[in-house]
């Protein structure tokens, strides 16, 4: 059984999901593979659930530039291990700061102990992130500045760095919709 509410943010409502004892999901109502992990049949509305108000603090601290701390919550997001691993590297990203998909796959190589790591296959991870917004996967960009990759879509993933402060200026739209 897992447990469901919502939060109005400045990006739409939000849907956040916990298990008994872990945030699991947190998706931006709509997006693209809005709970892909889970049956909805298993899902039950529950407001005053322990792990969802705090989850719901952390983002009105968030929303309110408080860069609350993200080890606060207990996180259990359901994945591969080769997704895991990706967004254990997301949740070091600071606040206000990008990464390439190239520098995640270099950090998940020497983590394998392998020469390189496709960073198609990272953008497929980090796109597939479903606690976004807490664990920052909107924080990733490409190579050559290319806002791309947010399931949430771009305009949220634009609306997140600006709000962190990113000084947008040597970062682009792409023409065609990458969101993976």
Known sequence: MYYKTKYKSKLGNLILVAS???LIGLWIEGQKYEFQTLEKKDVVDKDDFL????AKKWLDDYFNNLKPDIQKLSLNPIGTNF????????????YGSVVTYNDIA???ARKYGIKK????AVGGA?????ISIIIPCHRVVGSNGSLTGYAGGIDKKIALLTHEGLDM???????????L
């Open 117 to 120: 790591m496709s960073a198609q």
């Open 169 to 179: 200026k040597k970062y682009f739209i792409p023409k065609k919709d990458t969101a």
């Open 51 to 54: 792990i969802l108000i705090e």
């Open 106 to 108: 270099k950090e998940i």
């Open 83 to 94: 997704q895991k691993d990706v967004w254990q590297i997301l949740t070091k990203i600071p």
């Open 126 to 130: 980090v796109g597939h992130n479903p």
């Open 20 to 22: 008994k004892d872990s």
